[in-house]
């Protein structure tokens, strides 16, 4: 019985040690479903006390009222539709300028001078996409004719079936002809009256024929089967245009783009040059040339290579920063052990923060984020994770073929991860999403990847210096990302003033980064195929050298605490960071200001 009792005893505390082992991923966080849900509920007196801005309301109002407009005038880039925001911009500009600018409080301020510069912002996109329709309008000479069908619908208009299957048809013989103009255009010697446009401008009218199509669809499902006239009279007509428009987008994107069937389209872009890049810079507040923040990441790209040599020496490679990335990449979990090991590093980040009390992380903020897998398909153009309020984690699938399966195995690897996970959750973008839906919330408006890129970026950087990469491997996976967001700088900057190609981009991030060829093609790919502003890719690395300056300025100047600065920058919201210099220091901006802060000199 002794006996019994003794090995009874062990066998519980080795089941205790082993669930204790198998819970130690959490870094001493209790399971969701234990926290004390009173640990949820803020401190409700300090809720009582206003941190917003006067304007709240009036930010609140202009959004919902653009979207009630956009509701309504749904086909996107019709000449009706750019022809109502522009009015709807001009207005509010209007408006705004007779507002009584002195009696407004530093909040007030910061909102209204964002307000200014996002109506100027947007009028001046409308008058991009006018061009650009301009643009693409020989390609799709039927394109007004049918957004009106839905614009007439949307003014409650009963529309005629005889004039409206005419309509449809019209419509189908003026694609007709301008594919015949395009296929003329295709042979060695071109016939008269054929077309010639760009892989750019053709990819942008396919694009266009894809959001014409939904458009169209919803405006005959409206009518269809209600109206027994209409659809006696356009059913057919609006089914020969339906497939002639889905075999034009084809036509288009492998004739003249130059898309293989069974093949990754071509990565084309759609470069804003040199006077759009002025105008985004403005809007971002961002007071350098594209000339000149390359030669700042240029400066970065610097530290970072000597960063990795002292990596390779550690590892016994001598100087040999690609063969310690290569050691770095083949280091890598099981298939099937990647949510753990993700849980375990977020869990990991955590500890770090709040033992060095670094930043407010409410229990709440831990708890509620989730993970979710990425497809095959989407680590085409997303071969690394992607975040917010989960975390989208890329690795292999069984469906792969062989070498795409290692492929993804490398470039998810174990210490690029550790660099990857809190970017994405706590301290990063989970975080930061959290405060910004809770604080000034009417600043989602002026969304900037200056700020909500930076932020992460801004914690890589800190975490460095703090040393929470503690091996080597582990700093070369923080230095594959910091360099990276180096090169996006410098290779879209390119790209956008049409000095670079996207093939170059690509060669320049295997190169000079170190990117296996399958990820530096998906991220060029992610860059310019997809829907993502021209200076996205600029807003990592600039906007968290912006956040380092402005930790220079308060905390390391003794100004405010670590805390207090970290805590002030997420109840700011979604700003330009120049902006948030001003919430952060408390600054009554001048009705005349104009983005002026040098945060890396007058001359970088």
Not at 44 to 63: H, Y
Not at 169 to 184: C, N, Q
Not at 520 to 540: I, K, M, W
Not at 591 to 599: E, H, L, P, T, V
Request: aromatic fraction near 10%.
């Amino acid at each position: 019985m002794i006996l019994r009792a003794r090995l009874f005893v062990a066998a519980s505390l080795l089941a205790t040690a082993a669930a204790f082992a198998a819970d130690d991923f959490r870094h001493g966080q209790p399971p969701q479903s234990q926290r004390d849900a009173a640990l949820y509920v803020p401190d409700l007196a300090k809720m009582t006390q206003p941190v917003s801005s006067e304007l709240r309301e009036l930010v609140e109002r202009f959004t919902k009222d653009r979207e009630g407009l956009l509701s309504v005038y749904s086909v996107p880039n019709s000449t009706l539709q750019l022809r109502r925001l522009k009015e709807f911009y001009q207005a509010w500009a209007a408006k705004l300028e007779t507002m009584p600018y002195e009696q407004l409080g530093v909040e007030g301020r910061i909102d209204w001078q964002l307000m200014r510069g996002e109506m100027k912002y947007q009028a001046a996109l409308v008058e991009r996409a006018q061009k650009r329709r301009a643009e693409m309008a020989p390609l799709l000479p039927f394109f007004d004719a049918l957004a009106g069908l839905q614009e007439k619908r949307r003014e409650f208009g009963k529309p005629d079936g005889p004039a409206v299957a005419a309509e449809l048809a019209l419509a189908r013989t003026g694609l007709e002809a301008a594919r015949k103009a395009l296929e003329a255009g295709l042979g060695d010697k071109p016939a008269d009256g054929a077309l010639h446009p760009s892989k750019i401008v053709a990819l942008r009218a396919a694009s266009q024929l894809g959001d014409l199509g939904k458009q169209l669809q919803n405006w005959f499902d409206h009518y269809n089967s209600y109206d027994p006239q209409f659809g006696w009279w356009t059913r057919e007509p609006y089914k020969k245009l339906t497939t002639a428009m889905e075999d034009y987008t084809k036509f288009l994107r492998e004739k003249i783009v130059g898309a293989k069937p069974g093949e990754d389209e071509p990565i084309v872009g759609d470069p804003v040059g040199a006077d759009g890049l002025t105008g985004e810079l403005e809007h971002e507040m961002m007071p350098y040339t594209p000339e000149e923040l390359i030669a700042v990441a240029e400066k970065e790209f610097a530290w970072c290579e000597v960063e990795w040599k002292k990596v390779a020496h550690d590892l016994g490679l001598g100087d040999d920063w690609k063969a310690a990335l290569e050691k770095m990449k083949q280091d890598y979990v099981a298939p099937g052990d990647q949510p753990q090991l993700i849980a375990r590093q977020a869990y990991e980040a955590v500890e770090f923060i709040t033992k060095r009390d670094l930043i407010t992380v409410p229990p709440q903020l831990i708890d509620d984020w989730f993970m979710t897998m990425m497809s095959p398909e989407r680590q085409k153009t997303n071969p690394f994770f992607l975040g917010g309020d989960r975390i989208i984690v890329s690795f292999p699938t069984d469906t792969m073929d062989h070498p795409d399966k290692l492929n993804s195995l490398r470039a998810n690897n174990t210490h690029v991860c550790h660099a990857t996970v809190f970017h994405e959750l706590i301290p990063g973008h989970h975080m930061q999403g959290w405060y910004a839906e809770r604080y000034n919330p009417q600043r989602l408006l002026f969304y900037t990847p200056f700020l909500v890129e930076g932020w992460a970026l801004w914690w890589e950087f800190h975490l460095w210096d703090l040393g929470f990469q503690q091996t080597p491997l582990d700093r070369a996976g923080a230095l594959f990302w910091r360099t990276h967001r180096c090169a996006r700088i410098i290779f879209s900057l390119n790209f956008h003033l049409g000095k670079w190609t996207p093939q170059q981009c690509i060669d320049f991030l295997v190169d000079r980064v170190g990117h296996d060829r399958h990820t530096a093609t998906g991220e060029v790919r992610r860059s310019f195929n997809g829907d993502y502003s021209p200076l996205y890719q600029v807003g990592y690395m600039m906007g968290a050298i912006q956040l380092r300056a402005l930790y220079a300025e308060t905390v390391k100047s003794g100004r405010m605490t670590e805390k207090h600065f970290h805590d002030t920058v997420l109840q700011g919201g979604t700003i330009p960071i120049e902006m948030m210099r001003a919430h952060v220091l408390g600054l009554k901006l001048p009705r005349d200001y104009r983005a002026s802060w040098k945060f890396v000199g007058e001359k970088p």
